[in-house]
């Protein structure tokens, strides 16, 4: 057994040292994650394959002419190059016809460019082996100047998953994780197989609203679950591999579903039904303990803890239980984090400059990510084959991130990934379309899929303890708001191949550019109040590297500095849903450390807040916790006996 556990200190990662840290309890629940995981998949892309269309298509000719199709197309259709904001994919225009009767038409031998030419009201297309299937967008006529309705709806989605981040984010800390978990799941669940029934474009609109409004937290809080039960030397492993693998699959998986299921309405139905087994939830998962000890539900935390126990054959000693009932009870059932907002960031300077490279930066990665899986048309596939190979990037991404992260670390890997990327985006813009072009596309999502996983790591680590969730629960809504725009950027390839990947290649060197300006993160201990994220790598220069400094500034393994990763991926910490819950004695201590150190520094003035008018709150936070300890020496014992 474990011997090495603070003898004043027992909090939940340390009871899994004896729990074990991946055992059959926990590879159970990792088995549980990953139908969460895969039709994640489904709940985000599956607008993509309800809404294609044909490359080939054109305004609708009339029948019973006695020419071929392809021939009276040929005439009485004009070039794309004779029409106004025409692509050169097809020969023909898509969205014009010559306005002459087609008796005239027929009996010319070719088409004349004198011709008056009127735009289309319907339209034909060319279902074939690359887009075998009609859609909602091909059955409503969203083409040409309709177009634009397609990348709209995706942001009406984007827009119901900021709103459903907050509620949803804030419901989980009132009524738990689990309720949260079905409510989204069933509410996904109910938006795809309404999205069936859609006869125009606000109906449609609406039932991706619902859905995108479940979209982020039917994953999420299942990932929070699954991790906080994993031991810290497993879960930068297993939230890396188990969101690699699993969400690979279902992005691999979900085109040729849509390929072979060939009916929109019926996509929409196959990929929405799989979320009816959230059902089972409450009765095979088990409530955070995190959240319930936040509560006050101290006895169902430890009945889920000795469930644990027993399942994994494990023998925790019954000290370590008193000490970890004494933390618990100890604990205020609303702890200090709760006093704070995310204003507060913007208060200091540093921690202001901090969060809003935070924000820029990750908006840039959310809408440039979104944009790649739009831009399918151009990369010389058919936009299943296209969207499959997108996606085997993501597996790559995870691995080298898993290897590498906690080496070279998180700042100028982010760097060198987002400029990596923009230089692929600037290398595909001279390419012709065809191979070449693909391949520098898929490169440049390769290095984003590596910049978005560290992005959002970077935001959980430098923000502090005290407004950590909320903050990063803002950021990644921010990214949400700038994905709205990313429908509209591959849009522009409508106009012109390339100007999506100009646009991709520009903001990613922005981004790089000020992704400089951040402070390492890498084995150092990371702040707990706002002074500390205010003085945060104040002492390191422009140039620092982990693995150019032999002495890298280095932290002690405790779990409530989150030594290293504090978890394995910022997803985790995306939503307000990870209680603060560090133990009461941990706080004390680290708040009385942070005071004698201020108390012997020089006295400092910013703009906005004095370290003294800290100094002068946590004082005061002290003496309250101190003296407003509650009565539980019964409820104590109870649970000791338990």
Known sequence: ???????????????????????????????????????LTFVYFTQIFLTLVPVEHWCTLPEGTGISIERLRDIAIPKADQVP?????????????????????????????????KKCHSWDYNFTRDMPYSTIATEQGWVCDQAYLVNLAQSIFFIGSICGGFLFGWLADKKGRIPVLVCTNVMGLIGGLATTFSTAFWQFSLCRFIVGFAYDNTFV??????????????????????????????????????????NWKTLAVVTSVPMCFVILTPWIVPESVRWLISKGKIEKAVRIIRSIERINKTDVPQDIYEKFIDDCMDSPESSSEEDYNIFVLFKTPRLR???????????????????????????????????????????????????????????WMLIGA?????????????????????????????????????ALQYASELLPTVVRAEGVAFIHNMGYAASMLSP???????????????????????????????????????????????????????????????????????????????????????????????????????????????????????????????????????????????????????????
């Not at 629940?29 to 969460?36: E, H, T």
């Not at 002459?100 to 004198?114: C, F, L, M, T, Y």
């Not at 790649?372 to 995870?398: K, M, W, Y």
Request: with cysteine; hydrophobic share 40%; net charge neutral.
């Open 1 to 39: 057994m474990r011997n090495d556990v603070n003898s004043d200190l027992v909090t939940l990662d340390d009871i899994l040292l004896y729990l074990g840290e991946f055992g059959i309890y926990q590879k159970a629940l990792f088995v549980m994650l990953m139908p969460f995981c895969f039709f």
């Open 85 to 117: 904001f025409e692509s050169g994919d097809v020969s023909y225009s898509r969205c014009w016809i010559y306005d002459v009767p087609i008796d005239q038409i027929v009996n010319a031998s070719r088409s004349n460019k004198e011709w008056p030419i």
């Open 221 to 262: 809080i299942m990932y929070i679950l699954v991790l906080e039960y994993i031991g810290p030397k497993c879960r930068t492993f297993v939230g890396n591999m188990s969101y690699g693998v699993f969400y690979t699959m279902g992005c691999m998986c979900l085109p040729w579903i849509a390929y072979y299921v060939a």
């Open 353 to 411: 400059t901090f969060t809003v490279l935070l924000i820029i930066g990750w908006s840039i990665i959310a809408m440039v990510y979104d944009c790649h899986i739009r831009c399918l048309e151009n990369l010389g596939h058919d936009v299943f084959t296209s969207f499959t190979i997108g996606a085997s990037t993501e597996l790559p991404a995870e691995v080298l991130i898993t290897i590498t992260l906690d080496v070279c670390g998180r700042r």
């Open 418 to 454: 987002i400029f990596l990327s923009g230089l692929a985006c600037f290398c595909a813009c001279v390419a012709p379309i065809g191979m070449y072009y693909a391949t520098f596309a898929i490169i440049g999502r390769f290095f984003l899929n590596i910049a978005s996983n560290i």
């Open 488 to 642: 509209f950027v591959a849009y522009t390839s409508k106009i012109q191949y390339n100007i999506p990947m100009m646009i991709m290649g520009s903001v990613c060197m922005v981004a790089g550019v000020l992704s400089i300006f951040l402070p390492e993160t890498l084995k150092e201990h990371l702040p707990q109040t706002l002074l500390d994220g205010e003085l945060f790598g104040i002492n390191q220069k422009i140039t620092d590297c982990p693995i150019k400094r032999k002495n890298f500034h280095t932290v002690l393994n405790r779990h409530y500095l989150h030594a290293n990763r504090p978890v394995s991926r910022g997803d985790v910490l995306r939503s307000s849903m990870v209680s603060g819950y560090t133990g009461n004695e941990t706080r004390l201590k680290a708040r009385r450390q942070i005071i004698s150190d201020i108390d012997t520094r020089e006295s400092r003035t910013s703009s906005a807040e004095t370290p003294e008018e800290y100094v002068s709150i946590l004082r005061k936070r002290n003496e309250e916790m101190q003296s407003s300890q509650p009565e539980v020496a019964n409820r104590r014992q109870k649970l000791e006996r338990g």
